[in-house]
């Protein structure tokens, strides 16, 4: 079992690390948007599903060819997730990307990089990550404020502090989860 603390402090890092669109786990990939092995790859029109074509025409269509094959597969993934969303999450996630936007210059490299170092991390880290985001999310509006403000108002060496403490926590808890070998 995770501690309120360690809970706390990685769903913080989370808010403040990732999108909010990485609340969600990736839907499955088709062929045509699958990672290529190797080399970077484009995805041909073609291989696009008339859904995906249409999301994407008016802005790409005529220079799809013209984009570079990460842009491609970025694309080619993101309208598939789009197209799986329901309306409210659409909606949720104009509102996410509308705010990004607004966002200053050091303010969206910041997010940037947090996400990249988010996205370096292994699977099972990622979807610890999002767990704790979901738990902190669910905590009643009073207890989220007043953990946010803590931990804003706490010195980057309290704020270690805080981490070592909820990472020695968690390492008990697995020595004791774990049967005695002899």
């Known amino acids: 079992m995770i501690s309120k603390a360690y809970r706390l402090a990685l769903a913080l890092l989370f808010a403040a690390a990732v999108p909010a669109f990485a609340q969600q786990d990736a839907p499955p990939t088709s062929a045509a ?10 995805v041909t029109w073609s291989s696009l599903n008339p859904a995906q074509q249409k999301l994407l025409q008016q802005r790409f269509g005529d220079k799809w060819n013209t984009l570079p094959p990460e842009r491609q597969q970025a694309l080619a993934r993101g309208s598939e997730r789009w197209l799986s969303m329901s309306p409210q999450q659409q909606g949720m996630a104009t509102q996410r990307f509308q705010h990004f936007r607004a966002l200053p210059p050091e303010q969206k490299q910041m997010v940037r990089e947090r996400w990249q170092k988010f996205r370096a991390l292994p699977p099972e880290q990622q979807s610890s990550i999002r767990d704790n985001f979901r738990k902190f999310r669910n905590l009643p509006p009073d207890r989220r404020r007043m953990l946010r403000e803590r931990w804003r108002s706490a010195t980057p060496a309290q704020r270690q ?15 004791h989860r774990q049967p005695n070998r002899p």
Do not use: D, I, V, Y
């Open 33 to 42: 948007t699958a990672a290529p092995r190797g080399a970077a790859s484009g």
């Open 161 to 175: 502090h805080m981490l070592q403490n909820m990472r020695e926590q968690r390492m008990k808890r697995l020595e």
